[in-house]
């Protein structure tokens, strides 16, 4: 079973506040990963990390940011949420199998 | 590039119907392959996995067989259940385990 957990499950705000998704593993993963997810369903990689310090880019272009200070924790900062950030936000991480692990997600909408 | 395609949803099966949903994929290396659930308001969940060719991975009445000659990894269950309706991703990674390329997901809806 994987302990992966993220915070909050569900948060609706307002347009141009600052927002912080939380990620955090139990497991020692060294990978963690966030993806968008779409109302079509397609997952889309927004941004990853292979170990402590380091973060990257991934293929869909994003205004949020994050950070990588302790192993366990991921978490994903918009500076000025907007309506086109409403989505579903997943974390996942992997360690030395090949195998991501995911959290529930969070669904962020923003009015 | 390397990718993954699966057959497009909605998937609307009656209860104890025999479920497949397609697969297949393109890759310059040696692949591990997957298939996750995504069950409503949730995040994934590994279904199966397979790592080399000719491997079957199975989980919950769930079969999938690393097909190399065809680049296919096609998801089987004999007898679906209304609890089986979800949303299934196809996906892959290289041997470097770096990166996950996932398919779009396939909506199955089983109805009693």
């Known amino acids: 079973e994987a302990d992966i957990y993220q915070t909050p499950r569900y948060l609706v705000i307002g347009t141009g506040k600052k927002i912080t998704l939380e990620c955090s593993q139990t497991?020692?993963?060294?990978?963690m990963y966030w993806y968008q997810q779409d109302p079509g369903m397609e997952l889309h990689l927004i941004h990853y990390?292979?170990?402590?310090?380091?973060?990257e880019k991934g293929d869909l272009s994003s205004e949020s940011t994050v950070s990588r200070i302790r192993t366990e924790h991921f978490p994903l900062t918009l500076e000025s949420a907007r309506p086109s950030h409403t989505s579903q936000y997943l974390c996942?991480?992997?360690?030395?199998?090949?195998?991501?692990?995911f959290g529930p997600g969070t669904r962020l909408t923003v009015l | 590039g390397d990718s993954v395609t699966q057959m497009e949803g909605p998937v609307t099966l009656s209860e104890e119907a025999f479920l497949t949903i397609n697969c297949t994929y393109t890759?310059?290396?040696?692949?591990?392959l997957f298939w996750y659930v995504q069950y409503p308001g949730e995040g994934l969940q590994l279904l199966l996995k397979?790592?080399?060719?000719?491997d079957k991975g199975s989980n919950k009445g769930f079969e999938a067989t690393y097909r190399k000659e065809t680049t296919s990894f096609h998801l089987e269950k004999g007898s679906v259940q209304v609890s089986d309706s979800a949303v299934y991703f196809c996906?892959?990674?290289?041997?470097?385990?770096?990166?996950?390329?996932f398919g779009s997901g396939t909506k199955l809806n089983v109805k009693p």
């Open positions: 990390s292979y170990g402590v310090n380091s973060t």
């Open positions: 497991m020692g993963h060294d990978k």
């Open positions: 397979a790592t080399k060719a000719d």
């Open positions: 890759a310059t290396g040696y692949p591990s």
């Open positions: 996942a991480s992997s360690g030395r199998t090949d195998t991501q692990y």
């Open positions: 996906a892959l990674i290289l041997y470097n385990f770096n990166k996950f390329y």
